[in-house]
């Protein structure tokens, strides 16, 4: 049973968070989870929290560095499975934003983190959450400047690195109190948000990287551009095979 429902607004025809004030943001999110949805055959989105331990080591280039860490991490994967004699799989296309903010914990210490929704083709049933929700955290976990998670082997997270973890690493997990829109009414899986049938829920819940109150007090780095502290995929070029067809 829901015991909380977060307070909402309408946003160019789509129900997002009150909170969510920063219209560019709203646009870009709105954009990428409608892409995943047309495009992949089943979109999967994760949501991840990770500290900045080291602000001015993050990569300037920070979306090529996530989609370059997880297309090596899935590679490895590849080559682990072939050894194994697991069929192969291709892989799986992603669209991802992130929102970097700063909070004051309760021992008043600033917490620098980022917020990332990350979205996977799972295809047909081809990738399951928990492996993918393993693969992303490994590739967050290459990231400069981004706290560093413990292993014990391929798939069992200790913890991070403060020793604080709300769900499996960096993956929160969703919360099973808050308000649920899926199309059938069936919470699927507590990893992540299916686009083709939790679709207004899963903006709902993205639409929280869109909000300006946990920027004010950014490292000094981030300071007075959005473009620093808010990113994402875009839409591949077409190949001049397919301009040509």
Do not use: W
């Amino acid at each position: 049973m829901l015991t909380y429902k977060p307070k909402t607004k309408i946003y160019k025809g789509y129900e997002v968070l009150n909170k969510a004030d920063i219209e560019d943001n709203l646009d870009s999110m709105i954009t990428i989870l409608n892409r995943a949805r047309e495009e992949m055959t089943k979109p999967l989105m994760f949501h991840f929290v990770v500290g900045l331990t080291s602000p001015d080591d993050v990569p300037s280039k920070l979306t090529q560095s996530i989609k370059e860490k997880f297309t090596s991490e899935i590679n490895k994967n590849h080559k682990a499975r072939k050894v194994n004699g697991a069929r192969a799989r291709k892989t799986p296309k992603v669209e991802f934003f992130y929102s970097i903010e700063t909070k004051a914990r309760d021992s008043g210490e600033l917490y620098n983190h980022i917020h990332i929704m990350f979205i996977v083709d799972a295809g047909h049933n081809v990738f399951g959450s928990k492996e993918l929700g393993i693969l992303i955290n490994k590739a967050l976990n290459r990231i400069d400047g981004f706290e560093k998670l413990i292993f014990n082997g391929d798939f069992d997270i200790v913890k991070a690195s403060d020793g604080y973890t709300f769900g499996e690493g960096f993956l929160k997990f969703r919360d099973k109190n808050s308000t649920i829109y899926a199309d059938d009414a069936t919470f699927h899986d507590i990893r992540c948000h299916d686009l083709k049938t939790e679709f207004k829920d899963a903006v709902i819940r993205a639409s929280y990287l869109c909000k300006s109150s946990q920027k004010k007090e950014l490292p000094e780095r981030y300071k007075g551009s959005n473009n620093q502290t808010f990113g994402g995929t875009r839409k591949l070029r077409a190949t001049n095979s397919e301009k040509v067809a």
